[in-house]
Structures are given as C-alpha cells and as structure tokens.
Nanobody, 118 residues
C-alpha cells in the first residue's frame, strides 16, 4: 500500500503563490506518474498537471505558464508551484500517483484546499 500526504494548501490573495507538496510512503517499487487534480464545488475533478518518471510534464491549458510541477524521486515527493493565482472558486487539490512494477496501481491523497481571494 502507498500513502500520500499532501501539504501546502491554504488561502492566498489573487496574484499570489502557493506550493503544494505530496509525499508518498509505504511499499513503493517505483512511481511512474505523479500528478495533481482539483475539484471545485459542483464541478468534476480535472487534471491540473502530471509528471512522468522521465520528467515529461503535462498541464491543463488553464494553468500553463503559471503552474510548475516537479518531483524529487529520492523523496518520492511531487510539488506543484502555483503562481499568479486567479480568484476562482475554492478547489480541493488531490495528489495522484501511478506506481510501477508488475501491477501498476493508482493512489490518491486526501486533498488539500486552495482558496484564492480577490
């Protein structure tokens, strides 16, 4: 089993920055993909960004140029640097991991709230 612990959410003013972290622990053979999703009230969960084991990245169009995803393989940790935050509806950001090995598996964090005030 893999546990994901997120941190870094909170309240920030529009134009500000936040950095989310997600540390994976447990029985980990390898981690293929690490990423972040978010869900705002009344909306479906959407992909924000992900990064592969070869550091290829993908971003949602809405965050390109403002958010940066990175990972520290030695610490099994993924980061999401969020700059120029916009005053949108509060959202819960979820860490997501796809492990490698014989049976790849999906794991989700418990979520961390991000609120951007205008």
């Amino acid at each position: 089993q893999v546990q994901l612990v997120e941190s870094g959410g909170g309240l920030v003013q529009a134009g500000g920055s936040l950095r989310l972290s997600c540390a994976a622990s447990g029985t980990i053979f390898s981690i293929n993909v690490m990423g972040w999703y978010r869900r705002a009230p009344g909306k479906q969960r959407e992909l924000v960004a992900h990064i592969t084991s070869t550091t290829n990245t993908h971003y949602a169009d809405s965050v390109k140029g403002r958010f940066t995803i990175s990972r520290d393989n030695a610490k099994n940790t993924v980061y999401l640097q969020m700059n120029s935050l916009k005053p949108e509806a509060p959202a819960v950001y979820y860490c997501h991991v796809i492990t490698g090995g014989m049976v790849p598996s999906n794991y989700w964090g418990q979520g961390t709230q991000v609120t951007v005030s205008s």
